[in-house]
């Protein structure tokens, strides 16, 4: 109890801060308004990852502007989404190159 905003911020800053750099969208200068529009419009996510994105953020502005408490299932739910997101947007690795 009382981490839950805490939480939201953070994960909701790494996944606009992955996106910004990953597919050049400009997350953190915008609103969720204006980065959600951005990102729907982008042919770079598809569909699924489009509406991923914009579920994902309006669920952490409820808990950070309209003070939602969600549960800890949907903290969980909400760290998944993130890592479903990065996981299936992340580039294979090109040929040739060697594993960390």
Same mark, same amino acid.
Do not use: F
């Given at each position: 109890q009382g981490l839950v905003e805490p939480f939201?911020?953070?994960l909701s800053s790494?996944?606009?801060s992955y996106l910004e750099r990953r597919f050049g969208l400009h997350a953190p200068e915008q609103t969720t308004d204006e980065f959600i529009r951005e990102a729907t419009g982008s042919r770079l996510l598809s /569909?699924?990852?489009q509406q991923l994105v914009a579920v994902f953020l309006e669920q952490?502005? /409820?808990v950070k502007f309209a003070r939602h408490q969600p549960g800890a299932a949907d903290m969980r739910n909400?760290?998944?989404a993130a890592e479903r997101l990065v996981t299936e947007t992340t580039p294979p690795p090109s040929p040739g190159a060697s594993a960390p």
């Open positions: 939201y911020v953070e790494i996944v606009r /569909l699924d990852h952490s502005d /409820l909400a760290a998944a």
